[in-house]
């Protein structure tokens, strides 16, 4: 029944570490991520290790998808020195502006176009945008079951899968049948270091850049207009803080600072 055809989302984000740094254009209030350095999203390494092992044990092809601007190509690449066979980046200025949906649209479109596949790997979440909602999507519009927050996963050579997803109070043991798209967490896996030899390589990867003319998406579930959510505002969290010192006897401290708590309604 195998080898396997396995698809990696993987999401260009800013560096968490950096965050602090991001700043909001005062006019737009456009996120400007360009003055921080961007990282193949976290869980999307686990992601990936998790395709790895399983091509790696069963052979098949591991292929990355990212929908992104051309400076995406980064994670792609950085991918295929990890082990990936091929990469494609979803790149049109008509993808641009794009909520959740019309993000998933142009996935689920770049992914048929190399299906029949038998796992979507995802990460749980983005770090920058960090709604959980791009992986099921994709799974939605594909027609295809999808577990998220995942742990452990053991595919079987049956095409089955036994998954174990992470809740509150501990786990659920979940039986698939393939395809599936599954959306990890951290805990997953350890993902490799890049070799010297994954360096090496890269040259003679596959890489393909596929603009709206490639995939067979409806223009109206993309971009803004596809997107039937609008971000109504955006703000800069501020931490003001203010130091006092009271003096004085030990119950018109406590009195004047519940007073003064209040008057702020705090309390
Ligand atoms: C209301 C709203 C409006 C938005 N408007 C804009 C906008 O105007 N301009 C703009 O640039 N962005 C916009 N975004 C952000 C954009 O929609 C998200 O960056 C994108 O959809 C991914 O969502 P997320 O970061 O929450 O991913 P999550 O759903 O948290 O990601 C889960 C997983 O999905 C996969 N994934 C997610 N995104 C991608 C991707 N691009 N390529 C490959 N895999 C991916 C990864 O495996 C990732 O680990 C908007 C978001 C919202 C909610």
């Known amino acids: 029944m195998l080898p396997l055809n396995i698809v990696v989302c993987v999401k260009q984000v800013a560096n968490p570490d950096y965050f602090s740094q991001i700043t909001l254009d005062p006019e737009t209030g456009a996120i400007?991520?360009?003055k921080v350095p961007s990282i193949l999203n976290p869980m999307d390494e686990n992601a990936l290790e998790e395709a790895l092992k399983l091509r790696d044990k069963y052979s098949g092809k591991v292929t990355v998808i990212?929908?992104?601007?051309?400076?995406?190509?980064?994670?792609?690449?950085?991918s295929l020195t990890l082990g990936a066979d091929e990469a494609i980046l979803l790149c049109d200025r008509a993808f641009a502006a794009g909520d959740t949906l019309a993000t998933a649209h142009v996935l689920a479109a770049g992914i048929r176009e190399i299906c029949p596949c038998d796992i979507i790997f995802c990460g749980n979440e983005a770090a920058d945008g960090a709604t959980q909602q791009v992986g099921?999507?994709?799974?939605?519009?594909?027609?295809?079951p999808h577990?998220?927050?995942?742990?452990?996963?053991?595919v079987r050579e049956d095409k089955t899968a036994v998954v174990k997803r992470i809740i509150e109070y501990g786990y659920l043991k979940i039986e698939v049948q393939l395809p599936v798209l599954i959306a990890v967490s951290r805990e997953i896996n350890q993902p490799r270091a890049a070799t010297a030899e994954g360096i090496l390589t890269l040259g003679d990867k596959v890489f393909k850049t596929w603009t709206l003319n490639e995939i067979k998406v409806n223009p109206k579930d993309i971009g803004l207009e596809g997107s039937p959510t609008r971000v109504s505002g955006v703000f800069e969290q501020k931490n003001e803080r203010r130091r006092e010192v009271l003096q004085g006897a030990l119950e018109d401290m406590v009195n004047t600072a519940i007073e003064e708590l209040r008057q702020e309604e705090l309390v």
């Open 66 to 78: 990212s929908m992104g601007p051309p400076q995406a190509r980064e994670v792609l690449e950085w």
């Open 147 to 154: 577990i998220t927050n995942v742990n452990e996963l053991v």
């Open 136 to 144: 099921p999507q994709i799974a939605e519009l594909l027609g295809f």
């Open 32 to 34: 400007q991520r360009e």
